[in-house]
């Protein structure tokens, strides 16, 4: 059993995977499996992909598909996996060399079943530290965890017995995977690196805005109906509602506001109001929000029906 399986969903990044295959194929973790998904891509992808599995025969597991987006790519290098614990890379992204010999050394020391890291968001012209919050158990990893899945060492027993995949067709496929996943975490390790190379490239679907950004609401009600299902929405009522809001009132909108068809703008930031005051018509009142003091919730506590709309004037000029 390999110690650490790295799934690498590919779709037309000629101009990156050389670089992310290498940071792999270099780790000083040797016991490790490389699976590369080819999510159909049209370009020479696949041309430096299999250059790589003539050298690296051992490590690398080459699957190909249809295209089915980033998710479908995923959820199909899941059942491949062998590896003791499972992590997910983007393939235009690439990680120091360390990774995850140093990720897996920390899971094992401290028993963990999920090992999260900082990364560096990568511009043309600047890098940027992101360096997260640590939080105890799954009440505070629900409110203040990291919503994307490439910084994440996961016990491979945990996403096969939970059977969480990520959500076809959709965007922000990442918050909904990691918020369902939480419930089965008992044990979190923070590796306090700066490992992982987040690479801002244009035209890429994080920094695409247009209608498809209201997908968040689809992914969050997603989340919501799934800790009923589980019984656990009363439980972690607080954190949902919490988690909720600031999504809503903060990055979603943010992205919201950097459409550029005003028609759909609006409508999408009414409907984001919307959202918000019928599924938690009393998130003002909501106890994250009320004792815990930083910006941020200053901010949200700040917002009315009159504040909401000056500030989308405000983010749409930032």
């Known amino acids: 059993m390999p110690k650490v399986s790295?799934?690498?969903?590919?779709?037309?990044?000629e101009k990156y995977i050389e670089k992310c295959l290498n940071t792999l194929v270099n780790q000083t973790l040797e016991d490790i499996e490389i699976i590369i998904v080819n999510d159909g891509s049209k370009d020479n992808s696949e041309v430096i992909i299999n250059e790589f599995l003539k050298k690296y025969p051992q490590k690398i597991k080459y699957l190909k598909k249809e295209n089915g987006g980033l998710s479908d790519a995923r959820n199909f290098g899941i059942p491949h996996a062998k590896g003791e614990y499972i992590?997910?890379?983007?393939?235009?992204?690439?990680v120091e060399l360390n990774t995850y010999?140093?990720?897996?050394?920390?899971?094992?020391?401290?028993?963990?079943?999920?090992?999260?890291?900082?990364f560096l968001w990568?511009?043309?012209?600047?890098v940027k530290k992101d360096i997260g919050q640590e939080y105890n158990g799954k009440h505070e990893m629900l409110e203040k965890v990291r919503v994307v899945a490439?910084?994440?060492?996961?016990?491979?027993r945990v996403i096969k017995k939970s059977k969480i995949q990520f959500p076809k067709g959709y965007r922000y496929e990442d918050i909904e995977f990691t918020y369902k996943i939480i419930p089965y975490i008992e044990k979190v390790s923070f590796l306090k690196k700066q490992c992982i190379h987040y690479v801002q490239r244009e035209g890429?679907?994080?920094?695409?805005?247009?209608?498809?950004?209201?997908?968040?609401?689809?992914?969050?009600?997603?989340?919501?109906?799934?800790?009923?299902?589980?019984?656990?929405?009363?439980?972690y009522f607080h954190e949902l509602e919490y988690t909720y809001t600031r999504i809503l009132l903060c990055s979603s909108l943010l992205r919201m506001c950097k459409i550029e068809n005003k028609e759909i703008r609006n409508r999408l930031i009414n409907l984001t109001w919307e959202k918000l005051n019928t599924n938690f018509p009393n998130w003002k009142n909501n106890r994250i929000l009320k004792e815990k003091?930083?910006?941020?919730?200053?901010?949200?506590?700040?917002?009315?029906?009159?504040?909401?709309?000056?500030?989308?004037k405000i983010f749409r000029r930032i």
């Open 6 to 13: 790295i799934i690498v969903p590919v779709y037309n990044v």
């Open 87 to 94: 992590a997910f890379l983007d393939s235009d992204d690439y």
């Open 101 to 118: 010999k140093d990720m897996y050394e920390l899971a094992k020391s401290e028993h963990s079943d999920y090992v999260e890291c900082d």
């Open 122 to 126: 990568e511009y043309p012209n600047r």
């Open 150 to 156: 490439w910084n994440k060492l996961i016990s491979q």
């Open 204 to 235: 890429s679907i994080s920094n695409l805005q247009n209608e498809r950004t209201i997908e968040i609401l689809d992914v969050l009600e997603d989340v919501i109906n799934y800790y009923k299902e589980m019984n656990l929405y009363e439980e």
């Open 293 to 312: 003091k930083n910006i941020k919730n200053l901010y949200m506590k700040s917002v009315t029906k009159l504040t909401y709309k000056i500030y989308t």
